[in-house]
């Protein structure tokens, strides 16, 4: 991760984000500036429900949801003290959708021993543009975000719990230098305001190398 550097934010990209504040912002050399925003789960709705209904983020497990179901989700998670949305942009354009959580306040709490710097993600990429050069793309936008969740916010691991079924996810962290871990059953979640139903997950984490 050493082609990543703090900038300045009063170089933030201009509008419709510019006047939004980052909790994190890199420019990753050959790449560009990367901003994360706290989700505002009103106005970025638009955004994430054309993400979620596509057919690729089927394990994303929003498809058939409408806008204002979508924002009335994260709206909720914005009461949360231990689950945090937020909105990743590229050069001043949305590209993904990132979620924090302490594993010891979430369902895969209960599936692994979780240890004292744990933090657990979620990551939603945004569709390609027609005709866009990807190659490599994802692997320095991963270590933006790595910058941000683990020296960022204090942590010394990283742990994801991608469907076992989705390939290309647990393709893509292992391809990043996360560490397959066990495939265990989370359990189903029904609550007021919240259904998850029960998911089988590959566990993968991530400990950086300079630790």
Known sequence: MSDAHTVNTAHAPHRPYASREAVHEVRVDGFGTVRVLPLDAWADAGAVHRWVSE???AFWGMTGLTEEQ????YAHMATLDTHHAFLVLKDGEPVA???TYEPSA??????????PGDIGIHLLLAPAA???ARSGWTSRLMAALL??????????????????RNDKAVTRFLREGFTAGPVVTLPEVDLPD???PEKKAQLAFFVPRCR
């Open 55 to 57: 057919e690729r983020a």
């Open 70 to 73: 979508v924002a009335e989700v």
């Open 97 to 99: 959708l990132l979620q």
């Open 106 to 115: 979430d369902r895969v709490g209960e599936c692994y021993p979780v240890e």
């Open 130 to 132: 027609p005709g866009a």
């Open 147 to 164: 910058s941000y969740v683990l020296p960022g916010l204090d942590r010394t691991r990283v742990v994801v719990d991608p469907d076992v």
């Open 194 to 196: 919240v259904y998850l």
